[in-house]
Structure formats: C-alpha cells, structure tokens
C-alpha cells in the first residue's frame, strides 16, 4: 500500500499541469510592484519533444512478530516523448522513449534489483474515447506489464487539465495560499485513490506562492506544497505528511520540478513500517 500511495502522488503531479511544448518564442515574465504574477498557457504542437525524470525513495523500519528489520527502495525512470497528435488542445497521441526504468530494494542488507519490462523500449500511446492504447513502435501489440506501467504514466492524456485552469483563473501575488488551486491537488489525488477495497483521502493540502525563480531560462513560480494523507485497505492503515517545493513554469502554468518528502507509516495487525519517503521530478526541453 505504501508503494501504490508513492506512485499515485508521483503521477498526481507528473500530471497535474504537465510541460506543454509549443511551437513560438515565449516573452519575459515582468511582475509589477506587487509582485502579481498571471499565469499563461500555450497549445501542445505536434512534433514537440520533452523529457520527464522522476525519483522515489523509501526507507523503513519494519517491526513484525517482535522482530525488526530494515527496508530501502528506489526507483528511477527517465522518459523521453514527442507529440504526434493534438485534439481540441490537448494532446491526444504519444511517442515514449523510456530511456531508463531501474527499481531496487534492499532488505536487512540484501539487493533486489527489478528488470522493468518498459527500459530501453520506445512506445506509442493515443487516447481513444475512455481507453488508452498503448503499441510498439510499429504499431504492434505489447505485453500487459509493460502496457500497464505506460498506460500509469499517462493517465492523464487527451483531458483537460484542472490544475493549469485553476493556477490560471486569476491574477496571484506572492505571499498567497493557494487554496483553490491545493483543492483541486487534493480533489485529483482522491480520484486516483478511489478503488475497490481501497480508501484514499487527503487530510489538508496547503499551497503557498512563495517566489519566482528563473530555470533554465523561464521564469517559474515557487510554491510551498504541504499535504497530509491517510488511508485503509485490507485491515492496514496508511499516514503520510510530505513538504516541499513545487516550480511552476508561468508562462505554461506547467510543473518543471517537484521535491517532496517526509514521514510515512503504516500499520496492521502483523506488522508496523514507519520511516520516510522522497520524491523527486523534473520536465522540460
């Protein structure tokens, strides 16, 4: 539960307000004296490229049947994707690159290193109607594994993107909680969360607009995200409080970088696991 908990929360922001690649110059952000800053969009192109990097780490202490023993996981996937469709001004059709897909686990001192059935491989993934379909290359068929973990990093293709309405449904100032935009954050993560025998919920979501940042050449908007969560499933019960920085390119409203962290626990009649979870993300060019 834990490891589906950090997955959701790696989506939920690798989708929230993706790195849209447009065709155009992009003009200087200016703040005014209040330091107000409006949020922009621009149309997905076809032909467009962007890479996407994504880090997550646990470490855990596990106490079951009066024994205690350790636990460190990794996994670290780096993408590389093009359009090759748009549609109503969303992006309907994908070419994927999964450059590198690496998890490990160590448990009391011994390596578990997975194969990822996607590393290496390149797939095409096209929204059609409520289905993702997900090919080789050339248009053939692939394994369910390797379909599922594509069809994960994709959920959100061909639909329109709350999180950048919101950031850009008004002009917003430095020093301001963002509490709409943190409910719709909270409202997706909810969305994810809901399957059969499995309760998701977040318990506060804070949203801060902190400052503005230039990142390889665009000016980004810093926001302080704190979330606390909480779940059941199958008799265990899950808490998580993540703090940390959320970049937010201004003139996409699209999230460059994320870095999350903080405590997590879980419990059940069998067993406790408490100790720490990170994230890390990075999109762009």
């Excluded at 897909?101 to 929204?127: C, F, L, M, N, Q």
């Excluded at 053939?140 to 999180?163: C, I, N, Q």
């Excluded at 998701?200 to 995200?225: C, N, P, R």
């Amino acid at each position: 539960m834990i490891t589906s908990a950090a997955v959701w929360l790696a989506l939920l922001l690798q989708s929230a307000a993706p790195y849209v690649p447009a065709r155009g110059d992009t003009p200087p952000f200016e703040a005014d004296e209040q330091r107000t800053i409006t949020f922009s969009s621009k149309l997905p192109a076809v032909g467009a490229k962007y890479s996407a990097k994504e880090d997550m780490a646990t470490a855990l202490t596990i106490t079951a049947g009066g024994q205690t023993s350790s636990m460190e996981g990794t996994e670290a996937c780096e993408r590389r994707t093009e359009i090759l469709a748009v549609k109503d001004g969303v992006s309907t059709k994908l070419r994927v690159l999964y450059a590198r897909h690496e998890k490990a686990v160590r448990i009391s001192g011994k390596d578990k290193v997975d194969t990822s059935p996607v590393a290496g491989k390149t797939y095409v993934v096209e929204r059609k109607g409520d289905d993702l379909v997900v090919t080789d290359a050339n248009g053939r068929s692939v394994s369910s594994d390797e379909a599922a973990r594509v069809k994960s990093d994709h959920e959100s293709l061909g639909k329109p993107e709350e999180v950048s309405k919101a950031l850009r449904s008004k002009p917003r100032k430095v020093g301001e909680r963002l509490d709409d935009v943190a409910q719709v954050l909270a409202d997706r993560f909810k969305q994810r969360g809901a399957m059969p025998g499995r309760d998701m919920a977040v318990d506060e979501a804070k949203l801060l607009l902190s400052g503005v940042e230039k990142i390889g050449g665009f000016d980004h908007a810093v926001l302080d995200l704190s979330l606390k969560m909480s779940g059941k499933a199958e008799g265990s019960k899950l808490e998580m409080s993540l703090g940390g920085k959320v970049f937010v390119r201004i003139d996409e409203a699209s999230f460059g970088e994320v870095d999350l962290r903080g405590p997590i626990a879980m419990t059940s009649a069998e067993m406790t696991l408490k100790g720490t979870f990170a994230l890390k993300t990075k999109t762009g060019p």
